[in-house]
Antibody, heavy 118, light 110 residues
Framework: QLQVQESGPGLVKPSETLSLTCTVSGGSISTSNYYWGWIRQPPGKGLEWIASIYYTGSTYYNPSLKSRVTISVDTSKNQFSLNLRSVTAADTAAYYC??????????WGRGTLVTVSS | QSALTQPPSASGSPGQSVTISCTGT?????????VSWYQQHPGKAPKLMIYEVTKRPSGVPDRFSGSKSGHTASLTVSGLQAEDEADYYC??????????FGGGTKLTVL
């Protein structure tokens, strides 16, 4: 059964770069027709799609975050990653990774809370 | 882009049916059949319940159903059970390789 799991620092300083990695297990990240995505959820608030990537490196970005976000993939490690630059307190959120199939997300990782604070 | 519009709350008694709406525009919900619904229990990750407007993933009870009319999609939960109490989010493809979620609806089982 395919699973995804987020990892990365739980605390990032303002103006620095938030970096997270998602490890895919129980299946290959290089499977045709599967993209891999990041979604975030500020505490007590709703979901926001951030970006998605195909194993070939093809990417989709949320226009509102595109200027600060880079998503990348490492097929040798069955992982994909998120970099969010110049973070502020507004970027404090639970960050989820998920498989992205034809504009739906399933399954999701358990999520990792990232706090932006000095 | 703007988030899709959902009512903040909905409720029903055990055994009853409840419907949650998700209103968008012709650029998202109304323009594509890529509406999905997610259930999120407190402190847990979201779970896909409905995709492509009406389809149910394997393992999701058939008490959950989806529909769409114009710019509004709906999730109906029939035969409400205590474990259905959760937050529900809709999402839709919004064109130009973009995706948008709704603001979420808290479903309370009375």
């Amino acid at each position: 059964q395919l699973q995804v799991q987020e990892s990365g620092p739980g605390l990032v300083k303002p103006s620095e770069t938030l970096s997270l990695t998602c490890t895919v297990s129980g299946g290959s990240i290089s499977t045709s027709n599967y993209y891999w995505g990041w979604i975030r959820q500020p505490p007590g608030k709703g979901l926001e799609w951030i970006a998605s990537i195909y194993y070939t490196g093809s990417t989709y970005y949320n226009p509102s975050l595109k200027s600060r976000v880079t998503i990348s993939v490492d097929t040798s490690k069955n992982q994909f990653s998120l970099n969010l630059r110049s973070v502020t307190a507004a970027d404090t959120a639970a960050y989820y990774c998920a498989r992205h199939i034809t504009w739906r997300f399933d399954p999701w990782g358990r999520g990792t809370l990232v706090t932006v604070s000095s | 882009q703007s988030a899709l519009t959902q009512p903040p709350s909905a409720s029903g008694s055990p055994g009853q049916s409840v419907t949650i709406s998700c209103t968008g525009t012709s650029s998202d919900v109304g323009g594509y059949n890529y509406v999905s619904w997610y259930q999120q229990h407190p402190g847990k990750a979201p779970k896909l319940m409905i995709y492509e407007v009406t389809k149910r993933p394997s393992g999701v009870p058939d008490r959950f159903s989806g529909s769409k009319s114009g710019h509004t999609a709906s999730l109906t939960v029939s035969g409400l059970q205590a474990e259905d109490e959760a937050d529900y989010y809709c999402g839709s493809y919004a064109g130009s390789s973009n995706f948008v979620f709704g603001g979420g609806t808290k479903l309370t089982v009375l």
